[in-house]
């Protein structure tokens, strides 16, 4: 069974508004998560990870272990955060992906 | 440093055939997975070795299969080949800690499998 999914495969957002990616797991404990991004013509790369509770390109993401969730949230999103957005866990389950489109 | 890459970048087969995909990891790195992208399904992970040894396998059939040589470089085989096993097929590298697989993933470009 999918251990983490993204319920939205499509997100379209317009500059300087706000942006939240959707990732819940289905499992319990202390889960290891990570989000990867993969902009247009470039590899699959890591954006962000749980433990390391920091803030990449405006990016974070919070373990919310009652609700199981670890949403990717921007307050301000640009225009070259249009990508496709992977949330995944540490036992190699990756979710559907996300393709985030941020319009002028 | 030199990125993780693989090797072709493009494979085109007939159904039947049997297809060989390779990765060379990043320095360092001694752990390597594969991963299926196939149009609309996301990643799927089909197989991680470290040090020579298949660690974890994803749901697969035994069709897939692979190895990890002395200097970490890995083959994934895709034997008797079908139309559904079009996709690319992702190489990625990381250090070993722990249980899990929780350092992060560095991964390659792909090969893009199509098969005819």
């Known amino acids: 069974a999918q251990r983490v999914t993204q319920p939205e495969k499509l997100l379209s957002v317009f500059k300087g508004a706000p942006v939240e990616l959707k990732c819940n797991y289905s499992?319990?404990?202390?889960?290891?998560l990570f989000w990867y991004v993969q902009y247009s013509r470039q590899r699959l790369q890591l954006l962000l990870r749980?433990?390391s509770r920091e803030s990449i390109k405006g990016f974070t993401a919070d373990l919310n272990k009652g609700e199981t969730s670890f949403h990717l949230k921007k307050p301000f999103a640009q225009e070259e955060d249009s990508a496709m957005y992977y949330c995944?866990?540490?036992?190699?389950?990756f979710g559907a992906g996300t393709t985030v489109t941020v319009r002028a | 440093e030199a990125g993780v890459t693989q090797s072709p970048t493009h494979l085109i087969k007939t159904r039947g055939q049997q297809a060989t995909l390779r990765c060379s990891p990043i320095?360092?790195?001694?752990?390597v997975y594969w991963y299926q992208q196939a149009l609309g399904l996301g990643l799927q992970f089909l197989l991680w070795?470290?040090?020579?040894?298949?660690?974890n396998r994803g749901n697969f059939p035994p069709r897939f299969s692979g190895r990890q040589f002395p200097n970490y470089s890995s083959e994934l085989n895709v034997n008797a080949l079908e139309l559904e096993d079009s996709a690319l097929y992702l190489c990625?590298?990381?250090?070993?800690?722990?249980?899990?697989?929780?350092?992060?993933?560095?991964f390659g470009d792909g090969t893009r499998l199509s098969i005819l």
């Open positions: 990625a590298s990381s250090r070993l800690q722990g249980q899990g697989v929780n350092q992060p993933q560095h």
């Open positions: 499992y319990s404990g202390s889960p290891e």
């Open positions: 749980h433990i």
């Open positions: 995944a866990d540490y036992k190699l389950s």
């Open positions: 320095s360092g790195h001694t752990s």
């Open positions: 070795y470290d040090e020579g040894e298949e660690r």
